[in-house]
């Protein structure tokens, strides 16, 4: 009785180790809140076809391999967050109950590099462009300027913007299916197998079961209530699989021919081209501010103070760290979750060892490939259904990051001219085409260009100049 007793206070202290039977189940839950979020971005990346041939650019051998060690990659990131290497007097690990996952931040830029470089550039920006991120943690003080919330709000919801489209085609069926609907629509002869994605773009078991799949985790979200509602994402994708199955939509052939036990060894080597790395240097460094964020959340939630210079810079120092480890393993960027930051917050369950099982766990799971060849299976239309609410969140994120300063002069100036000039120059393709290499590929990608003008343009428009004054107004006026 008293050992429970002891183990249950633990759990509320950052050290200690309790009980397996009581730290398994509460990591756990921080793997299965982050599972499908740690898996969703490479599945997007996966579904892109070429446009020459309509097929996907990566094979499904390639991508039950970087889902296999996409896990593999978090469990090491996490247990280094926990448990800091140390060099000298910095340290890389925040040393705090942080879980690392796959980011999103990334995908929409890496999208574009797979189609126009193929899968080595995506794996060579991810190494050499963790250096921004690296420059950031170590020169935090300084650099933490150029990105006031104004600029990360700004460039969060281009992110949305810029991926929203791709959760509806997932939705309607997918990639490869809107690929072969478009050459139906063309006129142009197509096989038996093109045929049918055709065909199936659209479809009413799309739509139904991506849309099911919507609805189930809005309402766990809305009225669910402490664990169903943590575990609305996974919950969907459940319904929506298993109603895929039982339709026919589910090649199980993919799962039976996996092995049981693989080690999840690199089959890609990179290679560097200087568009691609300056674009995903940009956005390491949009990724290394949310991780400050999510780091400033649980020490405020839980500890009542803000995160230490050391911590912060820990954290940011261990994003770079886990997305080296993540290019040479040919897998996609880490980052610190923002859900997970969420359950700790609400749990106040702050215990490094708790964590450390969910990291145990993920680590175990990056040996065993028929874990990744289920998700490998999943019909598009289920990560759709799944994915449209969360990059909906992200665009909502960036509104409260720019409300965080209050749509004063400067702030409402800065998204104006990011708007209209670095989004609608990244849109009008015809124009982009006329640029120079590399100003050519940064302004192809829409959230690189909203980066670079939101930046330019706060850098005009300083704190202390004319322009970055907040207007006078009237408390009494303001009220409703």
Sequence with gaps: ????????????????????????????????????????????????????TGDTIITQGE????????????????LLQLYPLKIGRFQIGGGLPIVMGTSFVFVSALVAILGEYGLPAVFGAILVGSVAEIILGLGLSVLQKLFPPVVIGTVLMAISLSLLPVGIQYLAGGAAAESAYNLALSGASLSESQSLLAESYGSWQ????????????VALQRWGKGFLNAMAILAGIIVGYLMAALLGMVDFSVIVASPLVALPLPATVPEFHLGPIITIGLLYIISGLETMGNVNGITVAVFNREATAKETSGAILADAGGSILAGIFNCLPNTAFGQNA?????????????????????????????IGAVFSAMPPCVLGGAVIGVFGMILVNGIKLITLEGFNERNVLIVCITYGAGFAIANTPELVGLFPEPLHF?????????????????????QGSKKSQKPEVETEECLI
């Design 206 to 217: 799309n739509m139904f079961i991506g849309i099911t799949v919507f609805l189930i985790i």
């Design 1 to 52: 009785m008293s050992s429970d007793s002891n183990d249950s206070q633990m759990i509320y202290q950052l050290e200690g180790r309790p009980r397996l039977r009581i730290a398994l189940p509460l990591g756990l839950q921080h793997v299965l809140t982050m599972f499908v979020g740690n898996l969703a971005p490479v599945l997007v990346l996966a579904g892109i076809v070429s446009p020459l």
């Design 63 to 78: 991508r039950v391999l970087m889902i296999q060690c996409a896990m593999l990659v978090s469990g090491v990131a996490t």
């Design 442 to 462: 940064i302004f192809s990608e829409t959230t690189l260009a909203v980066c670079l003008v939101a930046v330019l343009a706060n850098l005009l428009f300083s």
């Design 342 to 370: 969420g359950i700790v917050a609400m749990t106040k369950v702050v215990n490094k060892w708790v964590v450390a099982m969910g990291a145990f766990v993920l680590i175990a799971a990056g040996f065993f490939p028929p």
